[in-house]
């Protein structure tokens, strides 16, 4: 059955660059030598962020989504992908984030001069690349079991980032997080295969025009949708994200938080917007944002007493996490005519890619404080302004995103979560966003008052950090900042390739 | 653009400016020396330039500037007393530790305080508001001692508070309108009518009256203004909270007769100008009893503002201005003051006393003083009944305040009796003392329909008189049973919400462990199989 046909678009061949970059890069260093791991990655890294822009630069200028089918073959036999606003605009930021990465990572992971080879760079770089496959498969996926590949390579990548320095408690993290995402993998892959077996076809595509309200189909999207929140850590599901995201070291713990919780969010947005029957389901919509508003105020709370630094940061991804899921029940109820032109849905990406900023640069930026401390106590940060100044403004800026101040990109997506919380009249949902400002207020500005504090009298620096890993993360805090001078309105760029699906 | 619309852009571009220039070292060194000329483009442009609008950034941006009268009025009097204050700063705080950062927290500060007067648009305008409110913090905080770091903390905390409201607010403000960032004008013209009107409205009304301290929002207020250096102290309790005033000025309808906000508005705003004269009359410290003279002064103001709300009176908003003009001038020197006592020996005490007390009862409505032609400005919107004799009865409330305050502040003065204070601060204080004594006198023509001579008729003096004498009868009473008052602590009601700290932390202490058993695994599988089957049925069957 080929309920519809992909048409290959000019320049879909770079949906495939995009994904085999990183590959290629991997093998590359198994090919060229270990040691060579830094290198090759300095290398793949602008790359890849050139082909995202330029695919990028595409899908603006046609105005319409880059398909590309692979070998000619259309789904459900052969593989199809397809870039529209939305995923350009995340392949985008994962290429921007991990480029900073790369940059900070520089001093932490390179091959020291008297070994031939060592453990941890090697397996951080190759993993990095690993990761970015897995994300822009998500991203360009068009078919279920695809995307089940990509998430199972992504929590494949993803895990031992937690556990490279081999200490006792980032393996039980490690081993916790690989567990609990593979008990959500199996929810995932059994609601796919009650799709496959009701509709006989796992594309996308096909899915929205075939989906009935019939009980398979309901048995198998909650299946998916809960082991996808499973991944991507939503309370009360988040008892891995703490302690790996704490434990990892800070460039990855930045990608981690920054991205990879993204991918299995996004799947469910796809699940939610482009197979769910339609119209969606209001009352499943209320759930979803439920369990967002009740992580937004746990966790915040949870992040406010947290005695580490990283720890506090951990909590704060899975508070900033609930936003996303509130803006099913806004997208739905808006007057917009489709759900990706109303306020809320613009607010919610927006807020996924200014948090992805945001807690990037604040992951890097307590991974300089660590490194400059010798600890990230936040009872003992008083003096860290004085060694690392930048990286506390950096904490500071992407704090200000987070806290939904102005000027930031933070600000701006959860005024517009605000404003169509107030117009679609969901008062809880504005309560949670407004009281979630407050709170992440509270937990930055701890953070920063102890770190401006003067340094008590036995305090000693422990290693110098260079000023282009600290100007790194800075720039990525400004981005997060810069954001916040978008236009208040929804984004006809979102929406590229969305409005007529094939 | 014409060429007096750059001082408008500069009046925001210098300070900032300023701090960016703090990267390099060398300016960062004598950053305070440069303070007292922050604020001259917003000083030059209150003088000069009327009514022009500016777009800085063209829609759907639309970052847009604007001065009317009201906003020069308090731009120029703001950027006066930040000009002064900063050259009190300058000297005073020299060779302090921390200085540099003071500074930065200044020039931000100082930045939003007077965006708040010239900004049109919504987003700004929060962006601003925002900029004073919370760069305030580091001002609050500066000395860093067990009381400030307390002081600091309530008055983030009721910062943040006031933020979610008023933003909150701007969205149902925002919601009736088309289009992402309107004009405040337009935004709130559209408000009438709108089924979000009275939340709205409410919402505005709580977060600005919680910068201007209207009780019960007052109580950071009383711990904040008195903790920061003298030229902070000015400032906040001078200026920033005016940003409250102008909010109100601003975002409510007031030309739209509105009798039940109006009302209600105007009743908060009296009763908190009793209630800081009584709470602020059992204060020890000359700076506490000047804060609480704040909250009682902004609950007239408030009252002003609540009183032409309900009867729509035209011109309203000016006359609201003006007052917060003079109570701006005045609350800025008397602070500024406080310092120049307390560097000051007994035996030139007296030079420094008498000046003081003719401006400490200029709140009160002393005749020929800034104070007498506010009141008898606003008076005529009160009516003739119970409201007017209320607002009457605020100013002998005033007058016994600062009789109590009078009295404390002698106790201030340097113990060398042959001490005087540097030139250059007695001179910050004596131009905001003589700027709060003459320019209301320059103004009032141009803002009311009233004669000058009219002021100063026999009727008018007397109505300025016994309110003061009645206060001061009351003070020289107070001063009999001064030893059975009871002894309010510091921001009064706030000392009992603090009881409750306990148990706030008992919740989190239980929010914890509720952590740790959700994070068990048998817990969070079951919890993610109850999850899939519920979400499951929920689609299935809620339709």
Known sequence: ?502 | MTEWNFLLVATLALPLAMVVACLHDAFYARILSWLPLAPVPGLLAALFERGDSIVIAPAPLRLTLALDDVGAMLLGGASLLWAAAGLYASVSMRGKPGSGRFAIWWLLTLTGSLGVFIVADMTSFYLVFSLASLSAFGLVAFEDTARSRRASQVYMALALVGEALILFGFVMLVSATPGGNPLIRDAVAMLSGSPLESPAVLLLILGFGLKMGLVPLHVWMPLAHPVAPIPASAVLSGIIVKAGVIGLIRFLPLEVPSPDWGMALMVLGLLTAFYGVIVGITQEHPKTVLAYSTVSQMGVVAAVLGAGFSTGAPGTATLAAFYALHHLLVKGALFLGVGIVGATGSRNLARVVIPMALLAFSLAGLPFTSGALAKFATKPLFGDGLAAFMATLSAAGSAFLMAHFLGRLRLLANENAGAVPQTSLVFAWALVAAASLVLPWALFPEITSYALSETVSLKALWAASWPIAIGLLMALFIQRIHSIIPRIPEGDVIVLLERLQPLAARCGIALERTDLVLRRWPVASILLLTLAMAFGATLQFAR
Request: with cysteine; aromatic share 8%.
């Open chain 1, 1 to 502: 059955m080929t309920p519809a046909a992909y048409t290959a678009t000019e320049g879909g061949a770079l949906l495939v660059v995009a994904i085999v970059l990183p590959v290629i890069g991997m093998l590359a260093i198994f090919a060229l030598g270990l040691r060579r791991a830094e290198r090759i990655a300095y290398l793949v890294l602008p790359g890849g962020l050139l082909v995202a822009l330029a695919i990028a630069a595409d899908v603006a200028r046609s105005g319409a989504a880059v398909t590309y089918v692979l070998g000619g073959w259309q789904p459900p036999l052969g593989i199809a992908l397809r870039a529209d606003g939305l995923s350009v605009t995340l392949m985008v930021l994962t290429a921007v984030v991990l480029c900073a990465v790369g940059l900070v990572a520089r001093g932490s992971f390179s091959t020291p001069t008297d070994k031939a080879e060592a453990r941890s760079p090697m397996v951080f770089w190759t993993l990095i690349l690993g990761l970015w496959c897995a994300l822009n498969t998500v991203f360009l996926g068009q078919d279920l079991f695809n995307l089940f590949v990509a998430l199972e390579l992504l929590t494949f990548s993803a895990v031992p980032l937690v556990c490279l320095d081999g200490r006792r408690e980032t393996l039980q993290a490690a081993l916790r997080y690989l567990l609990f995402a593979l008990i959500g993998s199996v929810l995932y892959l059994m609601g796919a295969a009650l799709l496959y077996g009701a509709y006989g076809t796992l594309d996308l595509a096909g899915l929205r025009l075939l989906a009935r309200n019939d009980l398979a189909t309901s048995v198998a999207l909650g299946l998916m949708i809960a082991g996808l929140m499973a991944k991507a850590a939503l309370f009360p599901l988040h008892l891995w994200l703490p302690p790996a995201h704490a434990g990892a070291p800070a460039a990855a713990s930045a990608v981690l938080s920054a991205l990879v919780v993204k991918a299995p969010f996004f799947i469910i947005l796809r699940l939610w917007f482009d197979v769910a029957p339609q119209p969606a389901n209001a009352m499943a919509a209320q759930m979803l944002a439920w369990l967002g508003i009740a992580s937004i105020l746990f966790c915040s709370v949870m992040a406010l007493r947290q005695a580490r630094l990283k720890l506090m940061i951990a909590y704060s991804t899975v508070a900033q996490l609930g936003y996303l899921f509130l803006m099913f029940p806004l997208a739905m109820a808006s007057d917009a005519p489709t759900a990706w032109e109303s306020v809320g849905w613009t607010g919610g990406v927006l807020q996924l890619v200014s948090h992805a900023l945001a807690k990037a640069s604040m992951f890097l930026a307590a991974g300089l404080i660590a490194e400059a401390l010798g600890h990230d106590r936040i009872e003992n940060l008083d003096g860290a302004m004085s060694v690392v100044p930048i990286s506390v403004a950096a904490f500071g800026l992407a704090g200000l995103s987070l806290m939904g101040l102005p000027p930031s990109g933070g600000f701006v997506a959860k005024l517009m979560l605000l404003t169509a919380a107030t117009e679609t009249a969901n008062w809880w949902i504005a309560a949670a966003i407004l009281m979630g400002g407050i709170l992440a207020a509270s937990y930055v500005f701890r953070v920063l008052n102890r770190a401006m504090a003067a340094p008590s009298s036995n305090f000693a620096c422990k290693a110098s950090i260079p000023l282009y890993r600290e100007l790194t993360v800075l720039g990525l805090a400004i981005c997060a900042v810069v954001l916040g001078f978008v236009p208040l309105q929804p984004f006809a760029f979102l929406g590229i390739g969305r409005v007529g699906l094939p």
